[in-house]
């Protein structure tokens, strides 16, 4: 699976949208983009997931650019329960079902 | 909503005891599952996949004699730490996919492992 670049940590005011990057340049054309969070203490939680168009839940916006070399999450409105690390996580579609967990962005949300 | 559940939360034993977590779907069944390790200030690695009514893959360094993976329902998967030793005091994750593709893997809230 391609490998992908996060920042360490971010912070983001309370209320505002965070905007979390992740770089994955090598990514393949049968392989998807996931995110999921990890708050303190407790197991990942799945965000969502895209290929190549813009994907929305009611959790998280994802944006993926048109060469599928780097992708954002957008948390519209962040409050303080979104303080988590966050990890961008690419899988090939068929056969290999791991995830690779890298070290992820560490978002707090500032009050 | 896909739900993975994990047992025990938390577990405190002594030195060579071997300890038993459970990991289930609740709601959906799972051909595969998954076992990850976590230690503090580190990110997820996975230990082994647990697959249904065969013997299990384990990771490059994970001793399969230590870390005994039993996948015997579609809902249940079973890690035992044989003979615990305090440097195998960590948190414990599961996780399962409810389908092929594209669907996502959910995870247990975890298993958080101490020995004394």
Known sequence: ??????????????????????????????EYVYWYRQIHSQGPQYIIHGLKNNETNEMAS????????????????????????????????????KLTFGTGTRLTIIP | GAVVSQHPSWVICKSGTSVKIECRSLDFQATTMFW??????????????????????????????????????????????????????SFYICSARDGPGVQPQHFGDGTRLSIL
Request: proline content about 4%; some cysteine.
């Open chain 2, 36 to 89: 990850y390790r976590q230690f503090p200030k580190q990110s997820l690695m996975l230990m082994a996949t647990s697959n249904e009514g065969s013997k299990a893959t384990y990771e490059q360094g994970v001793e399969k004699d230590k870390f005994l993976i039993n996948h015997a329902s579609l809902t249940l998967s079973t890690l035992t730490v044989t003979s615990a030793h305090p440097e195998d005091s």
């Open chain 1, 1 to 30: 699976d391609a490998k992908t670049t996060q920042p360490t940590s971010m912070d983001c005011a309370e209320g505002r949208a965070a905007n979390l990057p992740c770089n994955h340049s090598t990514i393949s054309g049968n």
């Open chain 1, 62 to 97: 994802l944006i993926i650019t048109e060469d599928r070399k780097s992708s954002t999450l957008i948390l519209p409105h962040a409050t303080l329960r979104d303080t988590a690390v966050y990890y961008c996580i690419v899988r090939v579609l068929f056969g290999n079902e």
